[in-house]
């Protein structure tokens, strides 16, 4: 299948997008998606994700302490002991009762970050992006100069600089 915005390559990048009950399908070449800015990166299913996790995770006594480790689950018993074997959890309650061990992986899975901040969709303006990218390195900016990177923090404030004159 042909990239559909370069008519050249073969599409390497399939996006399905869902709106109004209307399905929409784009198949795109690796060179269009970053001219279009669309991020790429390799998915890995979320069972073998959890077992690499796991895997190079402390102990649960050096992570949750000896008092989540006798934890059980009250709606449906299961511990953490069955999560490090099983790598999936026993149903939504979990998510409560081992919070601790959970947002420590889900930080190391996501970069540090534990809350979803939403994808730009393709045929945002492109005032929208800039505004959203310009958010986005501002964020950044005061992550690194809240864990004293200054010369991160440097780069990121030269950029933001660079794209407000751009914008103007």
Do not use: W
Request: proline share 4%; aromatic share 2%; hydrophobic share 35%.
């Amino acid at each position: 299948m042909r990239c559909q915005i370069c008519n050249k390559n073969d599409a390497t990048i399939h996006l399905t997008e869902i709106a109004d009950g209307v399905r929409t399908e784009m198949h795109i070449c690796e060179q269009c998606a970053v001219e279009q800015d669309i991020a790429v990166k390799s998915h890995i299913p979320i069972n073998e994700l959890l077992s690499n996790l796991l895997a190079v995770q402390p102990s649960d006594d050096e992570l949750s302490g000896s008092s989540e480790q006798s934890l059980a689950c009250p709606h449906c018993g299961f511990t953490l002991a069955q999560f490090r074997k099983e790598g999936v959890l026993g149903c939504p309650g979990d998510y409560e009762v081992f919070e601790k061990t959970l947002l420590s992986l889900i930080e190391k899975a996501h970069d540090g970050k534990t809350a979803h901040c939403g994808k730009i969709p393709l045929k945002t303006p492109r005032d929208a992006k800039k505004q959203m990218e310009l958010l986005n390195l501002r964020q950044q900016l005061d992550a690194a100069v809240q864990s004293e990177d200054y010369e991160l923090a440097a780069k990121l404030r030269d950029k933001i600089k660079q794209s407000e004159k751009e914008q103007h």
